[in-house]
């Protein structure tokens, strides 16, 4: 059976009501996904959940949606968040989509001395992670922050025992710190460094940081993105069996 479109909706959605949508997102389903009156498709936001519906009125700049039953309810199954110094845009926008699909949290980008991509579009990358979201089959929208100082975030993270900060160590042998140290209660981070890895006074700051746990991605030199889906992926297998 063939699944619904699924468009996400930052409209407060209630059980048979009608809304009218966005002149993008009418644009975007009469005339790339060629839907009709009388077709069905979703409609979901990270408040309300996700709504089966049916478009009742289509207008040349508008189109009705009739809001039928809920099909899918928020859960809060994130437990991981990535702090990363933003790569170059490509490779961001590789990074942003996969880490989303995957089920990360939020997004804390860095600013770091070797971070090459300090000048970054939030909103364009707001709009990949809602893409991705509606593809993925998932309901909950991953934040992203603005980007601020590495040192800062370390030192915040230092300061916080609800706080706990993963960081990859080619020289750290052992993979399986993510189920030694869960803590569901907690705050999880992925680290992901730059491009040609923190500089010496930066691996001070996270070897001196109380709440930092180093762990293994393998004896490759990973790239970012390639380190982000990684780790993600590890520590979800992992949690998945504790």
Same mark, same amino acid.
């Given at each position: 059976?063939?699944?619904?479109?699924?468009?996400?909706?930052?409209?407060?959605?209630?059980?048979?009501?009608?809304?009218?949508?966005?002149?993008?997102?009418?644009?975007?389903?009469?005339?790339?996904?060629?839907?009709?009156?009388?077709?069905?498709?979703?409609?979901?936001? +990270? %408040?309300?959940?996700?709504? #089966?519906?049916? !478009?009742? @009125? /289509?207008?040349? &700049?508008?189109?009705?949606?009739?809001?039928?039953?809920?099909?899918?309810?928020?859960?809060?199954?994130?437990?991981?968040?990535?702090?990363?110094?933003?790569?170059?845009?490509?490779?961001?926008?590789?990074?942003?989509?996969?880490?989303?699909?995957?089920?990360?949290?939020?997004?804390?980008?860095?600013?770091?001395?070797?971070?090459?991509?300090?000048?970054?579009?939030?909103?364009?990358?707001?709009?990949?992670?809602?893409?991705?979201?509606?593809?993925?089959?998932?309901?909950?929208?991953?934040?992203? +922050? %603005?980007?601020?100082?590495? #040192?800062?975030? !370390?030192? @915040? /993270?230092?300061? &916080?025992?609800?706080?706990?900060?993963?960081?990859?160590?080619?020289?750290?042998?052992?993979?399986?710190?993510?189920?030694?140290?869960?803590?569901?209660?907690?705050?999880?981070?992925?680290?992901?460094?730059?491009?040609?890895?923190?500089?010496?006074?930066?691996?001070?700051?996270?070897?001196?940081?109380?709440?930092?746990?180093?762990?293994?991605?393998?004896?490759?030199?990973?790239?970012?993105?390639?380190?982000?889906?990684?780790?993600?992926?590890?520590?979800?297998?992992?949690?998945?069996?504790?």
């Amino acid at each position: 059976m063939k699944k619904n479109t699924r468009i996400y909706c930052s409209q407060k959605l209630i059980l048979s009501s009608k809304i009218s949508l966005e002149k993008k997102q009418s644009h975007y389903i009469k005339n790339v996904m060629r839907l009709e009156e009388g077709n069905f498709l979703s409609l979901f936001n +990270e %408040n309300d959940g996700e709504y #089966n519906c049916q !478009i009742v @009125k /289509i207008t040349k &700049d508008n189109i009705e949606i009739k809001i039928l039953d809920k099909t899918k309810n928020i859960t809060n199954n994130y437990k991981l968040s990535l702090a990363f110094c933003p790569p170059k845009k490509i490779k961001l926008d590789v990074l942003m989509q996969k880490a989303t699909e995957l089920g990360i949290k939020s997004f804390h980008p860095l600013i770091s001395n070797r971070t090459i991509n300090r000048d970054l579009n939030i909103q364009r990358l707001k709009k990949i992670i809602i893409e991705t979201i509606e593809q993925s089959d998932q309901v909950k929208i991953p934040q992203i +922050e %603005n980007p601020v100082k590495f #040192n800062s975030f !370390i030192d @915040k /993270i230092s300061c &916080d025992d609800n706080s706990l900060l993963f960081v990859g160590d080619i020289n750290c042998s052992d993979e399986l710190v993510f189920k030694d140290h869960f803590d569901s209660s907690k705050n999880l981070f992925i680290l992901i460094g730059p491009e040609g890895d923190f500089d010496e006074e930066e691996m001070k700051a996270i070897n001196n940081c109380k709440n930092a746990v180093k762990f293994s991605l393998g004896k490759s030199i990973l790239r970012s993105e390639t380190a982000a889906i990684s780790a993600i992926s590890i520590f979800n297998y992992l949690t998945r069996q504790i």
